[in-house]
C-alpha cells in the first residue's frame, strides 16, 4: 500500500550525499496564484526511484526561487528524507519558439539586404562604364551630330534610370538596418535571459524498493504581479450598467506558465505578517531651546520656558511614532481570492495578460449635470450602487455609453461612499448657455463706494427625443474683508448654500423644451480700492 509522503518540510543541507543516485526530472506546472506582489506556482512531478537512497531533481525552474517557502507533498512507497535548491549554470537551455522566430526573421532580412547590397553594387559598376565610354569617337575622327545626340540621349536615361534605382536601393537598405538593428536588440535580451541560471529543486527520498512517485511541489517567487482594470458600459439612461472586472497579470520568473490555471489573490505574502508589539509610552515636558550668538545652543532661563506636553520624548519620537503607527493602521490583513475559469498563457517577458475576473450587473440613477461658468456641455452622471460586496481594488476604469467609448476614470472604493458617482461622458444633445443681461449688469458710483451689479441668463434646451432631469450649478462669490459687501439679487428659485456660495437647480425638461433662469448679484465696496477676483 503507497504511503503519504512527509508534508511539511525542512530545507537541509546534510541530505545530499555524493553516492545518492541522481533522477532527473521535468515538471508541469499545475496552478499558480498571483498576488499583488509575488506569485505561488504549483507543479506536478513524475518520478521512478530504485530502492535505496535518490535524489529526484526537479529542474528548468526559476532561479528566484525563495528557498524557505519550497513545500514537497505526494504520494508513493518512499520517505521524504531532505529537499535542497540550487542554481545550474551548465544546463543547456532550451531555445524558446519566440526567439527561433526571431532568428528567422533575421536571417530572411539579411539575404534580402545582401540581394540589395549586390544590385547596388552592378548598378554602380554599369554607371562607371557607361561614363568611361561616352565619348562617340576617337581623337582623330570628327563628331556626328546625329550619333552625339543619340549617344546624349542614351547616357542621360540610362543614367537618370541608375540612379533613381540606387535611390530606392539605399531607401531599402535603411530600413532593412534599422529592422536588423531591432531584432538584434531583441535576440540580444533573449540571450541575456537563456544566460541566466535554472533553478534545481533536489529531493532526497529513500525507498525499499523500485517505486513510482507523485510529487506536488510549490514555492513562491517575487517576480510577478498583477493590478485591476475595470470597463464599465451603459447600455442607456434606463437600464442598469454593466461592470467587468479585469486584471492585468505578468511575470519575468524566468519560467514560462504554459495554459495554466490561475488565482488572483489581493493579499500580500511579503508583507511582515509578525504581530506589532506596543511599547509603554511617556509622557514629558519639552522645552524649548533658544540660540546664542555664538552659535550655540544654551536652554532658556527658567523664568521664561515655555512648556507643552507631547506623547513621547521630543517631538521628533512623536511624528516617527505617528508615522509608524498609521502605516500599521492601514495594512489590510484580509485577502480575497479570485479563481479564473479558463487557462492562461503567461510568459516570462514582463508582458500584461489581459483577464476577465467576473462581470457584474449593477443598478445605476442617471442624471445630467451642468457647470455653464466653466463648461457648456452637459455631462452625464451614473450614481451607482451595490458594489460594495464585490471586493474592488483602486483601479483605472474605461467608459463605454451607447456602444461608444466615452472616456477613463478611477475607482477608489477606499474613497468613496455607498453611491459610486462616474461620468458617462458629456451629451451635446442639451445645448446649454450662459450669458450676461447687459442691461442689468454694469458699474455705478454712489457717495464714496463702487456698485458692481451681474446678471447672468442660463439657457437649457433639451433636443433629445426622451425626458431628462438635468443638475445646473454655479456661484455667487464670497468674501472675508468686511468692507466688501455682497448681495444676491436673482436666484431663480435656486437652492443657495451660504457656506460656500455654490447655487443648484434641477430642472426636468421634456423633449423639445428650453428653459431660461437668471443669476444675479451684487457687489459693493469702497471706490478707492480695486476687487479682484470679480468676472
Known amino acids: 500500500m503507497k504511503k503519504l509522503l512527509i508534508a511539511l518540510l525542512l530545507l537541509t543541507t546534510g541530505s545530499v550525499f555524493a553516492d545518492d543516485v541522481r533522477v532527473p526530472v521535468g515538471s508541469d506546472v499545475k496552478n499558480v496564484k498571483v498576488f499583488l506582489n509575488g506569485a505561488e506556482v504549483e507543479r ?23 528557498q524557505s517557502s519550497i513545500l514537497v507533498t505526494g504520494t508513493g512507497d518512499a520517505m521524504i528524507m531532505g529537499v535542497n535548491f540550487s542554481l545550474d549554470y551548465l544546463r543547456d537551455k532550451k531555445k524558446s519558439p519566440e526567439l527561433q522566430r526571431l532568428q528567422d526573421s533575421l536571417e530572411t532580412l539579411q539575404k534580402i539586404l545582401e540581394v540589395a547590397t549586390m544590385n547596388e553594387s552592378v548598378f554602380n559598376d554599369e554607371l562607371g562604364l557607361i561614363n568611361a565610354n561616352k565619348n562617340t569617337s576617337g581623337s582623330n575622327v570628327g563628331v556626328n551630330a546625329e550619333n552625339l ?54 529531493v532526497t527520498v529513500n525507498a525499499a524498493q523500485r517505486t513510482s512517485l507523485n510529487l506536488n511541489v510549490s514555492y513562491y517567487v517575487n517576480a510577478a504581479s498583477w493590478y485591476p ?22 511575470q519575468w520568473s524566468g519560467e514560462n506558465w504554459d495554459k ?46 515655555e512648556l507643552s506636553v507631547v506623547s513621547g520624548k521630543s517631538a521628533d519620537m512623536e511624528d516617527n511614532a505617528v508615522q509608524t503607527m498609521q ?12 479563481e479564473i475559469k ?48 464585490l471586493n474592488l481594488l483602486p483601479g483605472k476604469a474605461n467608459i463605454y455609453f451607447e456602444n461608444s467609448y466615452v472616456g477613463e476614470s ?32 454694469g458699474t455705478k458710483v454712489f457717495g464714496g463706494n463702487t456698485v458692481k451689479q451681474y446678471m447672468f441668463e442660463i439657457t437649457v434646451r433639451n433636443t433629445r427625443s426622451e425626458n431628462i432631469s438635468i443638475v445646473l450649478e454655479d456661484q455667487i462669490p464670497m468674501t472675508r474683508n468686511s468692507d466688501i459687501k455682497i448681495s444676491t439679487d436673482e436666484l431663480s428659485k435656486g437652492n443657495y448654500h451660504e457656506d460656500t456660495g455654490m447655487i443648484d437647480w434641477k430642472l426636468d425638461l421634456k423633449p423639445g423644451e428650453t428653459r431660461k433662469i437668471r443669476l444675479g448679484y451684487t457687489v459693493k465696496f469702497p471706490k478707492e480700492k480695486v476687487v479682484t477676483g470679480l468676472e
Open 149 to 202: 545626340k543619340k549617344v546624349a540621349d542614351f547616357y542621360r536615361a540610362r543614367s537618370i534610370e541608375i540612379k533613381t534605382k540606387l535611390i530606392d536601393i539605399h531607401a531599402q537598405q535603411k530600413k532593412l538596418n534599422e529592422k536588423i538593428a531591432k531584432i538584434n536588440d531583441q535576440i540580444n535580451e533573449w540571450n541575456g535571459k537563456m544566460n541566466s541560471p535554472f533553478g534545481t529543486i533536489l
Open 44 to 66: 506536478s512531478v513524475k518520478a521512478t526511484v530504485d530502492a535505496g537512497s535518490s535524489i529526484i531533481a526537479i529542474e528548468g525552474l526559476s532561479s528566484q526561487i525563495d
Open 229 to 250: 482594470l475595470y470597463e464599465l458600459h451603459g447600455k442607456d439612461v434606463k437600464n442598469p450598467v454593466e461592470l467587468i472586472y479585469k486584471a492585468a497579470v505578468r
Open 410 to 441: 478611477y475607482i477608489n472604493p477606499a474613497a468613496t461612499t455607498d453611491t459610486l458617482k462616474l461620468s458617462m461622458g458629456r451629451d451635446k444633445r442639451i445645448v446649454i448657455k450662459r450669458e450676461r443681461v447687459k442691461d442689468l449688469t
Open 260 to 305: 495554466v490555471k490561475v488565482t488572483l489573490s489581493t493579499g500580500n505574502p511579503s508583507v511582515n505578517n509578525t504581530k506589532p508589539n506596543l511599547v509603554a509610552w511617556y509622557l514629558d515636558f519639552f522645552v524649548r531651546y533658544k540660540m546664542e550668538q555664538r552659535g550655540s545652543y544654551q536652554p532658556a532661563a527658567p523664568a521664561s520656558m
Open 327 to 338: 502605516a500599521v493602521v492601514n495594512e489590510n490583513s484580509v485577502s480575497t481570492d479570485f
Open 342 to 389: 479558463e487557462a492562461y498563457s503567461i510568459s516570462s517577458d514582463n508582458k500584461e495578460v489581459i483577464m476577465t475576473i467576473d462581470k457584474h450587473t449593477l443598478p445605476a440613477d442617471f442624471s445630467y449635470y451642468g457647470v455653464p461658468k466653466l463648461d457648456k456641455d452637459a455631462f452625464l452622471m451614473a450614481s451607482i450602487t451595490g458594489w460594495e460586496q
